[in-house]
């Protein structure tokens, strides 16, 4: 029987497919090293470890924390991986005892499944002549809004990346993600005649998305302000609104989510069945009141003025080997300012996707580290809808409530 070999991008999606990851952070700010089957994952005392394609099933580990004072604490650990998930643990302290607890665990994105090639008993064809590669090709006279650009970060480390221009119209990359395209200033016909906050309601399921996200956050302050950030960037029906208020367990929250969602509403005509989430009649009485003191934006359908001009949209995104040229210079810097110094390089000259300012978030060390970049990347993100998926690098609800905050600030809202 003849063997076939298998494909590159097969084989890793199968290896994802029964694989996971492990997180583990200090909340005490107190660095530790991580021996895990048999081997160092951390060269030196670090405050966050990681290790990734862990095989499902119990990892035997050993902590080294280093405290600023007394000697080092030893503590032997038995995480326990599920395929396809990564797991979050936290070193934390009680009644001066060090604890390691689970926090959090988040689905691995898996790469799409690929479509075996099939076997032909013929032979391959020749190759193709190769082409040389655009960064080796000198750069058009015509055309600089998507020509690349060297930046020197030290002297012994270049990284190729995209110029990151702000233009109305660039030409696409083969290499550049997909930008999510800007609503059109027409609405397009929903069958809704009536008030308006906003013309173009959100796809439904982006809200269902968006939904999942917030149901994996387990404090209710934090999914609240999560939940703020995401509407302020959609469209929502009225209907999308009383099945995110229904997420929420307080009616506080859910009356304070039920008034905020009121200014990103489509069909406001129909909000009143937003009162259907709400436990108690007091609230659906006070958001009663609260509706009708509010006046709508539009009459819908209508040809409103653009909620905010294209040139804020930064594009194009950065493409995938630039970025990963950029994510290896990162992991090289010696310190964390160094770190922090390059990213804010790379933020400033190109446009990152929600998803890229999330990997450079995670090579740093320290959550304040992590905040500070998200903060400064988030005026240069190609898609600011998604940005809610770099909470997910947070330890802390703090640092996701901070960011929340910051972004309805900038948003002026």
């Known amino acids: 029987m003849r063997i076939l070999p298998i494909h590159g991008l097969w084989l890793t999606y199968l290896l994802a497919q029964s694989t996971g990851g492990l997180v583990v952070v200090s909340e005490t700010g107190e660095p530790f090293r991580l021996f895990l089957n048999g081997e160092w994952v951390t060269e030196g005392p670090v405050t966050r470890a990681e290790a990734h394609n862990l095989p499902e099933g119990p990892q035997r580990a050993t902590l080294y924390i280093h405290p600023s004072e007394g000697r080092v604490i ?170 995110l208020v229904g997420l929420f367990t307080l009616e506080n929250a859910k009356l304070e989510l039920a008034k905020f969602a009121y200014d990103y509403t489509h069909d406001l005509s129909n909000y009143l069945v937003v009162g259907d989430a709400l436990g108690f009649s007091l609230s659906r009485t006070e958001l009663a009141q609260y509706v009708q003191s509010r006046s709508a934006k539009y009459s819908c359908p209508t040809t409103p003025s653009p909620p905010a001009p294209a040139s804020r949209t930064c594009v194009p995104c950065m493409g995938a080997s630039a970025f990963a040229q950029a994510l290896q210079t990162l992991r090289q810097a010696s310190t964390e300012a160094a770190r922090l110094d390059i990213a804010r390089q790379v933020s400033a000259t190109n446009c990152l996707s929600a998803q890229q300012v999330r990997e450079v978030c995670q090579v740093f060390a320290t959550e304040e580290s992590r905040l500070t970049f998200a903060k400064t990347a988030y005026a240069r993100c ?32």
Do not use: H, W
């Open 382 to 413: 190609c898609d600011p809808q998604n940005y809610f998926i770099v909470n997910q690098v947070f330890t802390t609800a703090y640092s996701q409530q901070e960011l929340a905050r910051y972004i309805q600030e900038v948003s002026g809202r």
């Open 74 to 243: 030893q503590i032997k650990k038995t995480f326990y991986i599920e395929a396809g998930y990564t797991e979050y643990y936290a070193i934390s302290k009680r009644k001066n005892k060090y604890v390691i607890n689970l926090f959090n665990r988040i689905e691995e994105e898996l790469p799409s499944t690929p479509t075996p090639s099939p076997i032909s008993s013929a032979p391959p064809p020749s190759p193709a002549p190769s082409t040389p590669s655009p960064a080796a090709s000198p750069p058009s006279s015509g055309n600089t809004a998507t020509s690349n650009t060297t930046i020197i970060f030290n002297p012994t480390i270049q990284v190729q990346t995209g110029s990151g221009t702000q233009v109305n119209s660039p030409a696409p990359s083969a290499s550049a993600p997909t930008v999510p395209s800007t609503p059109s200033a027409t609405p397009v016909g929903t069958g809704y005649v009536g008030p308006c906050n906003c013309p173009l309601p959100t796809p439904s399921t982006e809200i269902q998305r968006l939904a999942a996200t917030l149901q994996r956050e387990a404090f209710e302050d934090t999914r609240l302000q999560m939940a703020k950030a995401m509407i302020s960037r959609n469209c929502l029906r009225a209907a999308d609104v009383q099945m």
